[in-house]
């Protein structure tokens, strides 16, 4: 596939609400979780770059990715440059850190990447805007929690934000989020559970991706 625009990835980001983040060191598994959540309906899937073999384990599943029509899949948990780009250089679509990281910015501007730069305060969400970041990340989102998202909003309505980190799969939980307002989120071991990955049951992982994906676009709709 093509590479995609910056505005279409993000216009996919937003469509489904949902991006699984997510690492583990065997291909396969992360071959099966890549194709689970696709099948529920997930175009954009980020990659976590937690481990020694991160950068092998990732281009095989770019390899991988080529094979599900629409499919993009962008590299987590980047600090340096240097790892921006080498994932960049083994396919990565999209660069998302952890931190506000102004090395990481400009080198995805350099090269049209799609930078999400994690930020904790309103000052890193304006500065990571004047750096060129049309999508944050709010992280922890467990320790931010969803008023931070509603105060970043008053003042920058038109930012769009992804909340990581204490989002799960309950009503409640997406509800409060997306009421407010964030373009989408970011879901790692809530939704790719221990317990999936134990029994190897990717049928339930699909299952439970689609009902978490059923929960967004009610909490989208709702007007209470």
């Known amino acids: ?4 625009s910056i505005s279409t990835m993000i216009e996919k980001m937003e469509h489904s609400g949902l991006i699984p983040v997510f690492f583990h060191r065997d291909i396969e598994v992360c071959k099966e979780v890549l194709k689970a959540t696709y099948n529920a309906g997930i175009r954009v899937f980020e990659f976590t770059n937690r481990g020694n073999n991160a950068l092998e384990v990732f281009k095989e599943l ?16 980047i600090f340096y440059k240097e790892d921006a780009e080498k994932f960049h250089k083994a396919g990565a679509a999209f660069i998302v850190s952890p931190a506000l990281v102004p090395e990481v910015g400009k080198y995805a501007a350099e090269n049209n990447l799609l930078w999400i730069p994690g ?11 004047v750096a060129g970041a049309t ?8 320790v931010l929690g969803a008023n931070f998202v509603k105060s970043i909003k008053a003042v920058m309505p038109d930012v769009k934000i992804m909340p990581t980190g204490g989002v799960t799969v ?4 997406l509800h409060m989020w997306f009421k407010a307002g964030v373009s989408c989120v970011g879901m ?8 999936i990955l134990k029994t190897h049951d990717y049928e339930r992982l699909t299952q439970k991706t689609k009902g978490a994906l059923s929960i967004i676009e009610e909490a989208r709709n709702y007007k209470g």
């Open 135 to 142: 999508l944050i990340k709010v992280f922890p989102g467990n």
């Open 62 to 77: 770019v390899i991988f990715s080529k094979s599900l029509e629409g499919c993009i899949v962008g590299i987590g948990t």
């Open 119 to 129: 930020c904790g305060t309103v000052t890193e969400a304006h500065f990571a805007r």
């Open 1 to 4: 596939m093509k590479n995609a």
């Open 170 to 173: 309950s009503e409640d939980n």
């Open 188 to 195: 790692g071991s809530q939704l790719v559970t221990m317990d």
